[in-house]
């Protein structure tokens, strides 16, 4: 790898992934920041590499996306090359879906 990393890579690195794992699973920032318990703002500006993250905060956002912590640090090129990575982004964004609508089908025949 020829690349030099750098801490603006890292946290451009980061902040895609975390909106691409948002996005796949239709979460708006907002809602994200309810899921984790933390601001819109400092969402936002995690997205938009004006912030960093710790440990924890990183571990909160890894759950509230369903989201192993390596997915936050995939490299774009990979993102691009390697269809297995959509597939499981994919099969995890499907599962949501079909969980969603299994609850909302189960509750409709409880009333």
Known sequence: MNIKI???CIHRLLSRNIKRLRTL???SQLNL???TGLTHNFINDIENCKKG???KT???LSNALDAEPYQFFIPEDLLDNDAMIYVKDFNDALQKVVDELTHQYLSREKK
């Open 53 to 55: 993250v710790s440990a």
């Open 33 to 35: 920041a309810l899921k």
């Open 6 to 8: 750098n801490e603006q």
């Open 25 to 27: 699973q239709n979460i």
């Open 58 to 60: 990183l571990a909160k």
